[in-house]
């Protein structure tokens, strides 16, 4: 793991955002995140100016991880990376993809879930996989099975991840960090609930920090 990826697997949650108003909520937002011990962002690509909230966040909290997901094409990591975007997450392996990712020096989380995906990311040399969508593909059993013959990978569960189940994932020395949207969700964002997002974050640090040290 690079210092980076080390960094996020301290906190131990990664934040999935989606911003269709990226003017007026990437910097409240970032403020929320960090104020709840969370420097963390992944700003998918599922809205237009991803790459605008990026270069936001980054600006205004230069020590903040931001990154981008939800990343298909080329053309999203050139821009991720031009917005000085950190890391990329995909939803699926792409080898391609990860394979331009790894040219242009910028770290990428493929989305794995099955033995086929998982042989792929080793022949590419990755450490880190994001584990997508993580409850509805049979959750910490199967990650713990796939650890079996691939117990080099640390993952990233994301997808059906939220307060309730937190505590289950962290406790497992084979994640990394567990990525969930639950932490702002779109009513908190509209509504400009920052605090509330604050305190998601400061509780989602919390369970992570008490089930890892059970
Ligand atoms: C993702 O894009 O990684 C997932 O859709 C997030 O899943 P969640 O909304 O269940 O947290």
């Not at 980054?58 to 821009?79: F, K, S, W």
């Not at 975007?85 to 995909?90: E, S």
């Not at 792929?120 to 450490?127: D, I, P, R, V």
Request: proline residues 7%; contains cysteine.
């Amino acid at each position: 793991m690079n210092e980076m990826q080390k960094k996020i697997s301290e906190v131990g949650v990664v934040p999935v955002i989606k911003l269709t108003d990226p003017q007026r909520d990437a910097a409240p937002l970032s403020d929320a995140l960090c104020a709840g011990g969370v420097p963390i962002a992944e700003v998918t690509f599922r809205a237009a100016g991803a790459d605008e909230a990026i270069r936001i966040m980054r600006e205004r909290h230069p020590e903040m991880l931001v990154g981008a997901g939800t990343v298909l094409t080329t053309e999203q990591v050139d821009r991720t990376i031009a917005a000085g975007g950190m890391f990329i997450v995909t939803p699926g392996l792409d080898v391609e993809l990860v394979k331009y990712c790894q040219e242009k020096g910028i770290v990428c989380f493929p989305g794995c879930t099955t033995p086929t995906d998982y042989h792929a990311a080793y022949k590419l040399g990755l450490e880190v996989l994001k584990f997508f969508p993580a409850e509805q593909s049979g959750g910490l059993a199967k990650i713990k099975a796939m650890s079996a013959p691939f117990p080099m990978f640390k993952v990233m569960p994301t997808g059906g991840v939220n307060l309730k189940n937190l505590a289950e994932y962290s406790a497992s020395p084979i994640i990394a960090a567990c990525g969930g949207s639950y932490m702002c969700p779109d009513k908190l964002i509209q509504a400009g609930a920052w605090d509330e997002i604050t305190e998601l974050c400061r509780k989602s640090v919390e369970i992570v920090k008490e089930a890892r040290n059970k």
